[in-house]
């Protein structure tokens, strides 16, 4: 009888070291820029979305509610009856048809009473699954603690439960779903533009130069100086008695070089790299190795001879140490290296991705990417 107990697997990798980031020969990181539409990199100040939130009931559920542990989810469906003119215990309720739920919304722009929107509804006891049930009426607030719209409806899900327990399948998460237009908003909300004086319109990613180019194409559609860059991030426009709907339709669809800063995005839990075509990397070598170490342990059966008396079995453990290391491999890399020729370079001496996740963090460190490195 063998058994594998342990494998231990040990990897040694990433050195770099600089030779000359700022030597001669070295260049900086060119700039990169891209023609877009002002409408799809800025936004405009008050008018944007708001969240809203509530709590409610997911009824018709096939047994696969809550709990009786689950004691919130009985006392809301007393507090329901009550309202109904049914009077029960929350304690001496026993159904697991029914599934206690936190429903969230996006609050849309210029919202009138009346329009619909669409709700995401997700468990918050021990349900097994959502799957054919009705979300019951539901308030939702906002930050405020106002009522702006009220949900109900049936669910619609993206995954499902079949057996039980071991033999048992699931596929995506059966215990959150959506109703499509399942919510009614209840207030008017919509932001009155003709008493606007200024419009303040925010860029996504904060630069001095694409404020700049937007307020000069703005200047230049308007024929007038009615524009002005305020910061990296705000250009105000004075309205001066057009009308705003009018204005803003044609700001938003002017276009201007927007320009894209050198990032590096790295999710070290995932192992995803993502660099922009305009990372450039100074003078460096890199080294690159493996030391892997493999430890396992068999247990064999030491059995006495036939008919002995004195003799017992025993399991008997022969473990082995296996180590296994490679030479270091060597990549050159010259001042100016795009991110092509880095991942070509890497690639070729065998790094995977973790490894170029740590290749990269130790770049940085000597000084030899001419980029932002933002870890996710």
Avoid: W
Wanted: aromatic share 2%; hydrophobic share 45%; glycine share 12%.
């Amino acid at each position: 009888m063998r058994y594998t107990s342990t494998f231990v697997s040990l990897i040694l990798s990433a050195l770099v070291l600089t030779v000359s980031p700022l030597g001669r020969g070295a260049t900086s990181a060119p700039g990169s820029t891209a023609v877009v539409r002002i409408g799809d990199v800025m936004t405009v100040e008050g008018i944007r979305d708001n969240p809203l939130m509530g709590y409610g009931l997911a009824v018709g559920l096939k047994g696969t509610g809550d709990g009786q542990q689950t004691i919130f989810t009985m006392q809301t469906l007393a507090n329901v009856l009550r309202k109904m003119g049914v009077q029960a215990n929350g304690t001496l309720i026993l159904t697991r048809n029914v599934a206690s739920v936190f429903v969230t919304a996006t609050l849309p722009p210029f919202a009138t009473a009346g329009t619909r929107i669409d709700v995401n509804v997700a468990s918050t006891g021990d349900a097994k699954s959502l799957e054919g049930g009705l979300l019951l009426l539901t308030p939702l607030y906002g930050p405020d603690g106002q009522v702006y719209a009220v949900a109900q409806g049936p669910l619609v899900l993206g995954g499902y439960t079949g057996g039980a327990q071991a033999n048992g399948v699931q596929v995506n998460h059966p215990t959150s779903g959506r109703i499509p237009e399942g919510a009614i908003i209840e207030r008017n909300l919509a932001v009155d533009l003709s008493q606007m004086k200024k419009l303040s319109l925010l860029l996504g990613q904060s630069d001095f130069g694409t404020a700049e180019n937007a307020a000069d194409a703005i200047n230049k559609a308007l024929g007038s100086q009615v524009a002005a860059a305020l910061d990296s991030r705000r250009v105000e426009i004075n309205v001066g008695g057009r009308n705003v709907p009018e204005l803003l339709a044609q700001v938003q669809s002017l276009t201007i070089a927007v320009n894209q800063p050198a990032r590096v995005a790295v999710n070290e839990r995932t192992g995803t790299v993502v660099m922009g075509g305009n990372v450039t990397l100074g003078a460096c070598s890199v080294m690159h190795g493996s030391l892997s170490i493999a430890i396992t342990t068999e247990y064999q059966v030491s059995q006495p001879p036939p008919l002995s008396k004195t003799g017992q079995t025993v399991v008997v453990p022969q473990t082995t140490v296996q180590a296994k290391e490679q030479p270091a491999r060597r990549l050159e890399l010259k001042a100016g290296t795009t991110v092509e020729d880095l991942v070509n370079g890497l690639q070729a001496i065998g790094a995977t991705a973790r490894d170029i996740v740590a290749i990269l963090e130790a770049i940085r460190a000597a000084g030899a990417l001419n980029a932002e490195l933002v870890m996710i």
